[in-house]
């Protein structure tokens, strides 16, 4: 029985880590987050505050058994988007320092750490970078706490009985309702607020990002490909792109995504949906009253500076998955299939009219 530790497991990452890891026979999870989850059968969850290195040190010291470590947690900036990025490094590594040190310290039986970071690696959130971005380009400027992460890691397990791998996912797409960090809640909130005033689905973003080439990473792909990180000894102290493995344009899948909300699909109107939606806290109480959606607080359903950072690229996103494909995970998501099952799922379990 292999025992696994999820860093961050409420997340739009970790709790399909832990569902995809609870389903197979031969893992337990134990699931680390501030808030506390619901235990069952094989999963149970330990509440702690990774950035206090005595609260982590006490908490974790009892993982003996832990052989993998899937490390997904995430301090977002105390400002949201525009935040300054060099803020954000500390409180970012401070909690992958403190969960690594004390399991390490725990479990002598600890095989590999997991390590979810994501294509900013290569600058894609500053403007255009090389594509498809290939694991071994060269890092862009600094601050960035992924690279503050990845070299406290590599350096820490020198010499140690484990291994690590580094993930780079995506935008994540996942049916997390309560997990503000997902594309897929702010297209599903957006649209239920524009059908109310009978508008079209009209794309908030810039022009150039309506048809620039992008992707995305479906949760449950990722979780796919993270089980898989953690097992296969090829991918020891070793970087993997994984994405769904295909491209798309916005203005391709745009009809699409409008026909789950029967609506007509509009062209591009630019707005900023943080200053849209900063007063529609109240209208989203009523549509939860009138369609009897279930009571998510607006704040925790959508992150709208993540949705103004999406659809604001306006420059081709795209990074190779051939180096994951010849270590031997061969996976791949249709995204605009995608969209739309997804989104059809938000509105048939009433998360959205």
């Known amino acids: 029985m292999k025992t696994a530790v999820v860093v961050g497991a409420l997340g739009v990452i970790g709790r399909y880590v832990v569902d995809k890891l609870a389903s197979l026979p031969d893992w337990q999870v134990v699931g680390l987050s501030r808030r506390a989850g619901e235990s069952r059968e094989r999963v149970r969850y330990i509440p702690v505050d990774l950035t206090d290195a005595k609260d982590a040190e006490a908490k974790l010291a009892g993982l003996k058994e832990a052989t993998h470590v899937f490390y997904a947690a995430f301090q977002p900036p105390a400002a949201g988007a525009g935040a300054n990025a060099a803020a954000n490094v500390a409180p970012n590594v401070d909690m992958l320092v403190n969960s690594v040190t004390a399991i390490d310290r725990a479990s002598r039986r600890l095989e590999r750490v997991v390590l979810v970071t994501g294509n900013k690696v290569y600058g894609s959130h500053l403007g255009p970078f090389r594509t498809p971005a290939r694991e071994d380009d060269p890092r862009h400027m600094p601050p960035d706490f992924y690279f503050d992460q990845t070299d406290w890691l590599t350096a820490f397990q020198e010499a140690k009985r484990w291994s690590w791998t580094e993930v780079r996912p995506h935008t994540l797409c996942g049916f997390s309702p309560g997990t503000a960090m997902s594309i897929l809640s702010v297209i599903a909130a957006y649209a239920a607020i524009s059908r109310h005033y009978a508008l079209p689905l009209r794309f908030p973003g810039k022009p150039g990002a309506f048809r620039a080439v992008y992707q995305v990473t479906e949760s449950s792909h990722l979780a796919n490909a993270l089980h898989w990180a953690a097992t296969e000894p090829r991918c020891a102290n ?31 109107q630019t707005i900023s949906l943080v200053q849209h939606m900063a007063d ?47 270590h031997g995970f061969q996976d791949v998501v249709d995204s605009e299939e995608m969209f739309v099952r997804l989104l059809t799922r938000f509105r048939e379990e009433r998360i959205v009219p």
Request: with cysteine.
């Open 238 to 268: 070793q970087a993997f792109n994984i994405t769904n493995g295909d491209y798309f344009r916005w203005c391709n899948v745009w009809p699409k995504i409008a026909a789950v909300f029967d609506m007509p699909a509009g062209d591009v």
């Open 280 to 326: 529609k806290a109240p209208l989203w109480e009523q549509l939860v009253r009138q369609h009897g959606l279930k009571p998510y607080r607006f704040d925790e359903l959508v992150a709208w500076p993540f949705g103004d950072y999406v659809f604001g690229c306006d420059w081709d996103v795209m990074t190779s998955t051939v180096k994951a494909r010849r």
